[in-house]
């Protein structure tokens, strides 16, 4: 079974490039969720969609990220203009529709390793 | 404020030496806490999840206990495939999800 693919494995750019992360969510799954992860703050939420519509975007952490889900199957997060400071890794992960006692677990993807230089 | 904190940080233990790694939560209504094993350069991969006080999962070498306070990940007689980080999440009201900092966990043969 494919598992969520993320896409690049690997970036590395110049500060005040702008960076795309791309993410093909488990089929089926209808919750989608960003998260970056450093050494410092280890795992952090940025957001969270729910049948493709932003639930909780509280994480983002400026204007300078934005992320969408166009449809069921693939989603962005936009960084615009880069940082070095944003440079870590950032993972995508799915979860199935609640049921019964609900709260599925998230799948996650091998992320995307971010450097800005 | 809501905080998941995990303990101890690192450990080494040798390979058939049991023990315990622990997550303590505080948070405004568990919705759920998991479990998840990470690997170097992998994404965290699922293991359990727990619900209500009392709950216990287990899988091989692994045992996931909760309480209205913390949760444990018992390790019994480990393996060195067994080495990663082990990382406690916590979903709470109003859709919030937490995740602890991660027990690296290294046996040794």
């Known amino acids: 079974d494919a598992g969520v693919i993320q896409s690049p494995r690997h970036e590395v750019t110049e500060m005040g490039q702008e960076v795309t992360l791309r993410c093909k969510p488990i089929s089926g799954h209808n919750s989608l969720f960003w998260y970056r992860q450093t050494m410092m703050r280890g795992l952090e939420l940025l957001i969270y969609?729910?049948?493709?519509?932003?639930?909780?975007d509280s994480g983002m952490p400026e204007d300078r990220f934005s992320a969408k889900m166009p449809n069921a199957s693939f989603s962005t997060l936009k960084i615009q203009p880069s940082e070095p400071r944003d440079s870590a890794v950032y993972f995508c992960?799915?979860?199935?529709?609640?049921?019964?006692?609900?709260?599925?677990?998230?799948?996650f993807g091998d992320g995307t390793r971010l450097s800005i230089l | 404020e809501d905080q998941v904190t995990q303990s101890p940080e690192a450990l080494r233990l040798q390979e058939g030496e049991s023990s315990s790694l622990n997550c303590s939560y505080t948070?405004?209504?568990?919705?759920?806490l998991f479990w998840y094993r990470q690997d170097p350069g992998k994404g965290p991969e699922f293991l359990f999840t727990?619900?209500?006080a009392g709950e216990e999962k287990e899988k091989e070498r692994l045992k996931a206990t909760l309480t209205k306070k913390e949760s444990f990940l018992h390790i019994t007689a480990p393996k060195p495939e067994d080495s990663a980080t082990y990382l406690c999440?916590?979903?709470?009201?109003?859709?919030?999800?937490?995740f602890g900092s991660g027990t690296k966990l290294n046996v040794k043969p």
């Open positions: 948070v405004s209504g568990l919705r759920g």
């Open positions: 992960a799915s979860s199935d529709r609640e049921r019964g006692q609900g709260n599925q677990p998230q799948h």
């Open positions: 969609f729910n049948n493709n519509v932003p639930i909780d």
């Open positions: 727990l619900y209500s």
């Open positions: 999440a916590v979903r709470a009201n109003f859709n919030k999800f937490y």
